[in-house]
């Protein structure tokens, strides 16, 4: 998954905390996305950006919020965790800017409780 | 919404055979089609993917066959491997200006030696 990386790896929050979960590319690419996967579920997608000050929802955004302040960085903000949250979380850009093919990162795996 | 879909949950099969993986999708407006595959714990990794303007591609091992007539598209795995076993899932995109995926709910493939 070299090129996207997310932080944390893991991480369990308690109903009403929130944290950011970062994403990072190295890639220079515009368009990022955040998709969520629930067990034994396909991912559905949260917000997305097609470069720098522009960010858009997605299928499932509430509860969440973004920012893309840099072409490299789109974090991913949980304001008042709910138990609804606890699943993967994946960051994803496309391989190139002219490319529909996305290139995931490793996920970070989320549990409100 | 309209949405992607899979035919099958889990399938099974010899080591050596060959693999179909089915996905029905009802969006007649998409024009581009992807298969990833998800190993445990990883992100999606890119297998293949296909425009509407075709209706067969090739990879290594794999061949993906676009049917539109009755939007149907799968995956075929030749000689299938042990390290073939994964969760597979088909996504689309919509044809419209977003270049964001739609997923399936993924259909997980189970290579006995």
């Known amino acids: 998954n070299a090129g996207v990386t997310q932080t944390p790896k893991f991480r369990i929050l308690k109903i009403g905390q929130s944290m950011t979960l970062q994403c990072t590319q190295d890639?220079?690419?515009?368009?990022m996305y955040w998709y969520r996967q629930d067990p034994g579920m396909g991912l559905k997608l949260i917000y997305y950006s097609v470069g720098a000050g522009i960010t858009d929802k997605g299928e499932v955004p509430n509860g969440y919020n973004v920012s893309r302040s840099t072409t490299e960085d789109f974090p991913l903000r949980l304001e008042l965790a709910a138990p609804s949250q606890t699943s993967v979380y994946f960051c994803?850009?496309?391989?190139?800017?002219?490319?529909?093919?996305?290139?995931f990162g490793p996920g970070t795996r989320l549990t409100v409780t | 919404g309209e949405s992607v879909g899979l035919h099958l949950p889990t399938l099974s099969v010899q080591e050596g055979d060959n693999s179909i993986i089915n996905c029905a999708y009802s969006?007649?407006?998409?024009?581009?089609f992807i298969w990833y595959k998800q190993e445990s714990g990883k992100g999606p990794q890119f297998i293949i993917d296909?425009?509407?303007?075709?209706d067969k591609r090739q990879g290594q091992r794999v061949t993906v066959l676009l049917n539109k007539t009755v939007k149907h598209l799968s995956l075929q795995i030749a000689a299938t491997q042990p390290g073939d076993s994964a969760v597979y899932f088909c996504?689309?995109?919509?044809?419209?200006?977003?270049?964001?995926?739609?997923f399936g709910s993924g259909t997980r493939l189970q290579v006995q030696p």
């Open positions: 890639m220079n690419h515009n368009y």
């Open positions: 994803a850009i496309n391989r190139a800017d002219n490319s529909y093919e996305q290139y």
């Open positions: 296909i425009r509407s303007n075709m």
């Open positions: 996504a689309e995109r919509e044809g419209t200006g977003r270049r964001a995926l739609t």
């Open positions: 969006n007649s407006a998409s024009d581009y």
